[in-house]
């Protein structure tokens, strides 16, 4: 079982900035992508960022040049550091990780940017 704990989320003005961390314990032997995804009130979840173990990155075009995604395998930990935050980026965002094969999600952690 791979267990996550999410930070760093909060409460931030439009065009301010926060990064968010997501630790990985437990059996975590052999996760590949760790990634960020995002559910705003009434919408469904969406991928915002993932990275693979050797770093390559991929990004929802709504948050292009504004956040980045990195990782620490050593202490097995994502990152997503958001810039140029808009009040459509709020919302409840979730880590996710890949375990050969299997899926598993962090508790999730608010975002909410004001205008």
């Known amino acids: 079982q791979v267990h996550l704990v999410e930070s760093g989320g909060g409460l931030v003005q439009a065009g301010g900035s926060l990064r968010l961390s997501c630790a990985a314990s437990?059996?975590?032997?052999?996760?590949?992508?760790m990634a960020w995804y995002r559910q705003a009130p009434g919408k469904q979840r969406e991928s915002v960022a993932s990275?693979?173990?050797?770093?390559?990155?991929k990004y929802t075009e709504s948050v292009k040049d504004r956040f980045t995604i990195s990782r620490d395998n050593a202490k097995n930990t994502v990152y997503l550091q958001m810039n140029g935050l808009k009040p459509e980026d709020t919302a409840v965002y979730y880590c996710?990780?890949?375990?050969?094969?299997?899926?598993?999600w962090g508790q999730g952690t608010q975002v909410t940017v004001s205008s």
């Open positions: 990275i693979t173990r050797s770093g390559i990155t």
């Open positions: 996710n990780v890949i375990k050969l094969g299997s899926t598993y």
């Open positions: 437990g059996d975590i032997f052999g996760i590949t992508a």
